[in-house]
């Protein structure tokens, strides 16, 4: 048994770690051909494109995947720690699955493992009080998991196998992605930031680049086989490359991927800290570079932003929004802002509201502070009552809400190039995005999901565009 600790995860070592390919024991293929799995995933990108890797494994052993949990013989829940509702909800679906075990199917495997699985509260509340649960593992050894399963298969006790260190960087992952057209690709896992409030770091490890090589291979590998988009994931992408390289960084590795022609490139998330000049230089010079990014600000008073421990003041994301703005031609700049954070005061709260108005961003995702174990903010006094920080969100709510709109409104007459993703839940339309990331529905004839279509904005709306398609650009 290997528990999660806070202390060892909270170490930085500068020492090496080796890159290796993955391998599954070959006595382990088609292990267990007829049974089934179900798979639930919370959080962010990183978690999505960690289930892809997992659904992978899992049919490598011989799952089939079903979308009930009652058809299912394995039930995975790949958890996040973020804030406090995505706790409670993964713990909502442990108690359906506690349910089912006990009274309608006793045979059922239950697994655990994502963020969730790092934080040592949770593990001993699992070993605790939730001894139905068979098996659970950290981000850190995900690709332990078909061993992991066949013992859990086999064995009454439960299986913890959770490292607090990241181990070994592993490349060659099995993936099967959920979309045919667009793909997640990870640049750098981790992160050394220490924002005072998030518990990322304590989940994830420390910041490690993958090679640029093996970056380009795989963005090379999707583009052969046909996928127009790519998504490079990390928990702050303009850090990648310090910890490997001398003198190349995100802006470096855009530039590179752009040449492999894929048709569009995007990255999340940046951390305002990294920005590099060249960064904003490369995103304007290449088409195929999407104009969007998500700079998450978290708050408009430099007085909180300091003890958020965000590096950087009002002033200074200022300078950068308006450079981004300046150089890169219709951008779209998206935010994460949370509120009541300890100690946040009215007039702190004002200056969010201000900046906000200021900045007009074309979508933000707001919340409210909570509370995470061992985080120094959770330390904070908290003298804000749970009532002032609704109003303060839903005040705020209205402030975005009311840009985003603003902004759509502006689209409307002109022409967007959109990814066609599906159909829509509009009847006889398509829904898909646009360079900017903006959703929108539309109309047209002979339209296939994959196409990439010139479409004409006809309405806005607060979350989304509509329009009517006018040429295909390029068809699968
Ligand atoms: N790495 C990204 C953020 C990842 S987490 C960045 O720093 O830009 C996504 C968002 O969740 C954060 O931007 C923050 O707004 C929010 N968040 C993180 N921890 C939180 C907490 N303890 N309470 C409320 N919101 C939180
Ligand atoms: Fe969390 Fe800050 Fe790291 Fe983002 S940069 S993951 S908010 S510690
Ligand atoms: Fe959640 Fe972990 Fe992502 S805490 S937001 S799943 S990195």
């Known amino acids: 048994m290997n528990l999660p600790d806070y202390k060892e995860a909270r170490k930085r070592e500068k020492k090496d770690y080796k890159v290796v390919n993955y391998e599954i024991d070959k006595k382990l ?18 978690n999505e494109h ?24 394995l039930a995975l829940l790949n958890t996040c720690s973020i804030r406090e509702n995505a706790h409670n909800k993964a713990f909502g679906m442990l108690g359906r699955l506690k349910h089912v075990k006990e009274n309608l199917k006793k045979d059922l495997v ?14 001993e509340d699992i070993l605790n009080h939730y001894q139905f649960v068979n098996f659970v593992f950290g981000t850190h050894n995900i690709n332990e998991l078909p061993q992991i399963v066949f013992d859990a298969m086999k064995k009454e006790e439960q299986i913890i196998e959770v490292y607090s260190k990241e181990g070994d960087l592993m490349e060659e992952m099995p993936v099967k992605r959920d979309h045919p057209h667009k793909a997640y690709v990870n640049i750098i896992y981790g992160c050394d930031k220490f924002c005072t409030y ?41 850090a990648y490359g310090k910890d490997i390289y001398q ?4 802006g470096e590795l855009l530039e590179e991927v752009s040449k492999t022609n894929i048709h569009r490139i995007r990255f999340m998330t940046s951390h305002p800290w990294d920005f590099s000049d060249s960064m904003i230089e490369k995103i304007a010079k290449y088409e ?25 003041t009002k002033e200074e994301y200022l300078t950068l929004f308006h450079k ?66 609704e109003e303060r969100l839903q005040r705020l709510n209205e402030v975005v809400n ?35 990331n903006k959703l929108i529905n539309f109309t047209g004839e002979g339209i296939k999901v994959g196409d990439m279509i010139k479409v004409e904005v006809t309405d806005a709306k607060t979350w989304s565009l509509d329009g009517c398609a006018k040429v295909v650009t390029k068809s699968r």
Do not use: W
């Open 29 to 46: 293929i088609h292990k267990f051909c007829g049974k089934t799995y179900f798979l639930k995933t919370y959080g962010c990108q990183m």
């Open 50 to 73: 960690d289930s892809e890797n997992i659904a992978a494994m899992l049919e490598s052993l011989g799952f089939k995947r079903v979308d009930n949990y009652m058809d299912a013989d």
């Open 110 to 123: 239950v697994g655990i493992c994502g963020c969730m699985a790092q934080e040592s509260g949770v593990v």
């Open 198 to 238: 998030c518990i990322v770091p304590f989940t994830r490890g420390r910041e490690r680049s993958r090679r640029k090589e093996d970056i380009l291979k795989e963005v090379e590998d999707l583009v052969k086989e046909g996928y127009q988009e790519v998504t490079l994931l990390g928990q702050n992408v303009n």
């Open 247 to 250: 003198d190349y960084g995100l």
């Open 288 to 312: 195929n570079i999407m104009p969007h990014i998500h700079l998450p600000i978290q708050s408009g008073s430099s007085r909180i932003l300091k003890k958020m421990g965000r590096r950087y």
């Open 324 to 389: 981004i703005k300046k150089t890169i031609p219709n951008v779209s700049i998206s935010t994460d802002i949370i509120v009541g954070f300890p100690g946040e005061e009215e007039e702190d709260f004002l200056e969010t509201l201000d900046i906000c108005k200021y900045c007009q961003f074309d979508n933000a995702f707001t919340f409210i502070f909570s509370k995470r174990e061992n985080t120094p903010a959770a330390k904070l006094k908290d003298t804000t009552t749970k009532e002032e920080k």
């Open 402 to 436: 009311h840009y985003f709109l603003e902004n759509n409104k502006k689209l409307v007459g002109k022409t967007v190039e959109v990814l066609t993703e599906g159909v829509s839940n509009k009847p006889g339309m398509y829904y898909g995005y646009t360079d900017t």
